[in-house]
């Protein structure tokens, strides 16, 4: 009996060909709800950030770049709590991001 590896469904090609020409014509697709997200998040009326594992600023929508009056440009890279949480609120705020990283669920901050 011959293995079948994931690129061949079946023994002619019909089937491997459909499931090829499946997978590029769902490239597309992907990349137009990549691109609807991004308008998703640059237009919402609320403000959006995010951070990586590191804690510095890898997404900083328009509308907290309004709120805090600090660009995309200026926010990227930068860390989050030690840059743009008050002194009083970076124990806590770093706390909860933490535990967030961790994938901990945490109260409404």
Same mark, same amino acid.
Do not use: C
């Given at each position: ?7 061949? /469904?079946?023994?002619?090609?019909? @089937? %491997? ?7 590029? #014509?769902? *490239? ?9 997200l991004r308008k998703l998040v640059d237009s919402a009326n609320a403000p959006i950030f ?6 510095? /600023?890898?997404?900083?929508?328009? @509308? %907290? ?7 995309? #440009?200026? *926010? ?34």
């Amino acid at each position: 009996m011959k293995r079948q590896t994931p690129a061949s /469904v079946g023994h002619d090609g019909n @089937k %491997t060909e459909k499931k090829v020409k499946r997978t590029a #014509e769902s *490239a597309p697709l992907h990349l137009d709800m990549a691109h609807e997200l991004r308008k998703l998040v640059d237009s919402a009326n609320a403000p959006i950030f995010g951070i990586d594992v590191e804690g510095k /600023v890898n997404e900083w929508n328009f @509308k %907290t770049a309004e709120i805090t009056g600090y660009s995309q #440009e200026e *926010a990227f890279n930068k860390p989050l709590v030690q840059t743009f949480i008050a002194p009083r609120l970076r124990e806590s705020v770093h706390e909860v991001l933490d535990k967030a990283l961790r994938g901990e669920e945490t109260a409404n901050y």
